[in-house]
């Protein structure tokens, strides 16, 4: 009875110092945070990923994809690009939306990126409901060409449109986002007949896509706004009737009849 409860105490010993042993080991594993799936069921392709979707855990840093995701809020409202499995960790390449990143400021007359590096499919950065349009101003190949426009810019948009007594100009957007620029090249920006076009591309309703595409033959203008303004004071449209009007301009002599 003496020696089963000496060998009772040893193994016991033993035991104990071997979990002992696998505590410490585990506990010199440096972890990090990683994004994973929460589950129990997958995700499917091509779904917005919500909060309650994923959960930050921390895996041994040996354990962690080299693209593995480690904010939650890097992931929340992106579109799944493949199909996710409960528990695995999400990677940058599975996932993609629109951030507001871009590869780097624009040069004059390069116009802006629509995407990131880690972002490359376009449709789905595109709000539910919005078309892209790409519609040529000539008008804005100056604002392009001297950098003082840029992706992400906020603008409004005037015509010039034929009136019963005279021409008339009125605003057709306000407030509306530049969601990236068409690319001039150097050649281009030295050929008169290459500035024809100064292409602006934006995200707006099927609708609005149409109304900018038909005042690309209303001389349409691009008024910058500054940054933060969201302000729209009230503005009237502008005939030769309003200048001579406003301004106390003389009227020209009526024709005889």
Known sequence: ???????????????????QLNVAKSAEIPKRPVVVVAGPADLSER???????????????????????????????KFSKTKLFAKQAV?????????????GPAKPGTGGSLTSSKEAEIAYTIEKGKVLVAVSYPSAVPLILAGAVHAGDRVDI?????GTLSDQI?????????KAIGSIS?????????????????AVTPQDALI??????????????????????????????????????QRPPAEKR
């Open 91 to 103: 990677l940058s390449s599975q996932i993609a939306g629109f951030t507001g990143a871009t590869d």
């Open 158 to 162: 005037i015509v010039k449109a034929p």
């Open 186 to 202: 150097t050649a281009a920006s030295t050929d008169p007949k290459a500035l024809a076009g100064g292409t602006l591309i934006f």
């Open 1 to 19: 009875m003496a020696f089963g409860v000496v060998l009772a105490l040893t193994a016991g010993a033993v035991v104990f110092f071997v979990v």
């Open 170 to 178: 009125a605003t057709i957007f306000r407030n509306i986002e530049i």
């Open 47 to 77: 779904v917005i990923i919500t909060a309650d979707k994923v959960v930050l855990q921390q895996w041994p840093e040996d354990m962690i994809p080299p693209t593995a995701a480690s904010k939650v809020e890097d992931v929340v409202g």
């Open 212 to 249: 900018l595409t038909l005042i690309e033959t209303l001389d349409p203008r691009v008024l910058l706004r500054a940054a933060g303004d969201n302000e729209d004071p009230p503005v009237n449209v502008v005939t030769t009737e309003y200048i001579y009007g406003r301004f106390g301009l």
